[in-house]
């Protein structure tokens, strides 16, 4: 805006140089997005170290399972002779063997999904954090613009075009004219000639 300009509440008067912040914020914008698609993708697909893990989990409990019974039919032969110790002994083992592995496939699937949860988890962190940049951006911005605290006229700006304002330093100054009072005084001759709503032109030498 220039001198004597009007301008109306909220309006800019002055835009400061902005291009290397509008640059940053369609960056800000990129990588959100970006950040959201990640978090979205995690979130669907099934990692191939945890269905490997399912299937490991599976077959474990199968083979105990099976170790189990085999175990318990064999004891119930070797009550009749069915058997030897030694067999016997050996299927005992192989259960053992199988009870382990099944432990160390569920030790396997719980890191699996801690493992899961948690790249999910810092992606989730990595939206937020790009949602606070591109907040910061959009305020930063918006401070670019100095905005008309009320309707008015501009009487005197104070930068040109190009010129470094420093924080805090006024800008312009604006004054609402429907707020103007002007006192003077008129010779009596002249008072029977000024009646209430009756324009009066006043000029101000310079």
Known sequence: ?????????????????????????????????????????????????????????????????????????????????????????????????????????QGVLARAKRAGSEGLAAQKLSVQQAQNRLNQLERDLAKTRVIAPFSGEIVETYAQTGEFISSGNRAFRLIDPSSLKVRFSVPSSEASKLTVGKSVLLKVAD
């Open 1 to 105: 805006g220039r001198a004597g300009d009007r301008v109306n509440k909220g309006q800019t008067v002055l835009t400061l140089e902005d291009a290397t912040l509008k640059n940053s914020l369609a960056d800000a914008r990129l990588a959100l997005e970006s950040a959201r698609v990640n978090a979205s993708t995690l979130e669907k697909q099934n990692p191939e170290d945890l269905t490997q893990a399912r299937s490991r989990l599976i077959a474990a409990q199968s083979a105990l399972e099976n170790a189990t019974r085999l175990r318990r039919a064999n004891e119930r032969i070797y009550a009749v002779g069915g058997v030897s110790e030694q067999e016997l002994r050996n299927n005992r083992a192989a259960e053992e063997q199988a009870r382990v592995e099944l432990e160390g496939a």
